[in-house]
């Protein structure tokens, strides 16, 4: 039963400053979940303590800030929450997880003896969901070398890492954009971590029970997350809680050489200081109607044009945004 409220989410992780890529996620899940009349919130994901930074969630809500994008209550901050996912880890989540004390270089060791038996894994891949193509770089499947001992004894900054038994059954969804999308996360990505060895929560776990929490109901996000998506539905449904109503996995921008425009790969940070032109920009790639003479419009302007005028339509089973220069 669809909620009374739509409710969107921008969640970005503060491991560098926002760049167009990001910018272009944000412009879309505001200007999508605006014109179903709903809320926008915003969370930053900050659960990698070792990468993310404080100066980097300022920034970003000091930018997001001057581009007219102001969020609906107060910003939620994961590393905040770490008593939350613990709860459901010592909780609901406890029957199915297991202590994994394999090092790489044990599983590296075994992959070499026993090639049959690992399969590859496809997180890494952006497009894994929705092609048959093998990717050669991807990681080995956990070949479950720990789940005999059933050791719930997690043990934090040691070689432990808590690991999760999901239902080995396909699953699917539609994608509001990509179309219907099937999966089976027990074959394409194996018992996933979700805490580390550091004691951080994973990604996958966190923005799942958030999510739940929160009680989003439309995600729109980057297409390199397609792949965990069915896996966080198995989640949320472990954790007893309501899963979004709608999923809508942007095509992405991509650098000359081809890769996803990432803070990791040195993506250039967005200039804040001419908000217009940065998010006229950000409309042309999602293909939505603009009007060069709104470069003189303010960005509470433009954004209330591209509200009313938002369609899917030019984003429909692409899978890039072009690239930038």
């Given at each position: 039963m669809?909620?009374?409220?739509?409710?969107?989410?921008?969640?970005?992780?503060?491991?560098?400053?926002?760049?167009?890529?990001?910018?272009?996620?944000?412009?879309?899940?505001?200007?999508?979940?605006?014109?179903?009349?709903?809320?926008?919130l915003l969370r930053i994901e900050d659960v990698d303590f070792e990468r993310?930074?404080?100066?980097?969630?300022?920034?970003?809500?000091?930018d997001l800030t001057k581009l007219g994008l102001h969020w609906d209550g107060d910003v939620v901050y994961q590393s905040a929450r770490q008593a939350i996912y613990d709860e459901f880890l010592t909780g609901v989540l406890h029957p199915i997880s297991y202590v994994c004390r394999c090092s790489r270089k044990t599983l590296a060791d075994f992959a070499k003896t026993h090639p049959k038996s690992v399969r590859t894994a496809t997180l890494d891949t952006a497009l894994s969901a929705l092609s048959d193509t093998p990717n050669l770089n991807a990681p080995l499947i956990y070949p479950r070398l720990c789940l005999p001992k059933?050791?719930?004894?997690?043990?934090?900054?040691?070689?432990?890492?808590?690991?999760?038994?999901?239902?080995?059954?396909?699953?699917?969804?539609?994608d509001g954009l990509q179309g219907m999308i099937w999966d089976n996360p027990t074959k394409s990505l194996g018992d996933v971590v979700v805490k580390r060895q550091n004691g951080a929560i994973n990604y996958i776990l966190a923005c799942a029970i958030d999510d739940g929490l929160q009680g989003v109901t439309h995600v729109m996000r980057g297409l390199d997350i397609l792949p965990m998506t069915v896996a966080q539905f198995r989640l949320q449904e472990s954790c007893r809680l309501p899963t979004p109503d709608a999923y809508f996995h942007?095509?992405?921008?991509?650098?000359?050489?081809?890769?996803?425009l990432s803070k990791q790969n040195l993506a250039l940070p967005i200039d804040s200081t001419r908000p217009s032109v940065?998010?006229?920009?950000?409309?042309?790639?999602?293909?939505?109607p603009?009007?060069?003479?709104?470069?003189?419009?303010?960005?509470?302007?433009?954004?209330?044009?591209?509200?009313?005028?938002w369609t899917h339509a030019p984003l429909m089973r692409r899978q890039s945004l072009g690239v930038a220069q």
């Open positions: 669809a909620r009374a409220v739509p409710i969107g989410r921008f969640a970005p992780s503060p491991t560098g400053r926002l760049h167009l890529g990001s910018l272009t996620t944000a412009v879309a899940s505001f200007c999508h979940i605006k014109s179903l009349g709903g809320q926008w993310c930074k404080n100066e980097y969630s300022e920034s970003m809500l000091h059933n050791d719930k004894t997690y043990r934090p900054n040691t070689q432990d890492k808590l690991r999760l038994v999901l239902d080995d059954v396909l699953g699917g969804f539609y942007l095509p992405l921008i991509h650098n000359p050489d081809g890769q996803k940065l998010l006229l920009e950000a409309l042309k790639r999602l293909g939505q603009t009007d060069d003479a709104m470069q003189h419009s303010s960005p509470e302007e433009i954004l209330a044009f591209a509200i009313k005028h």
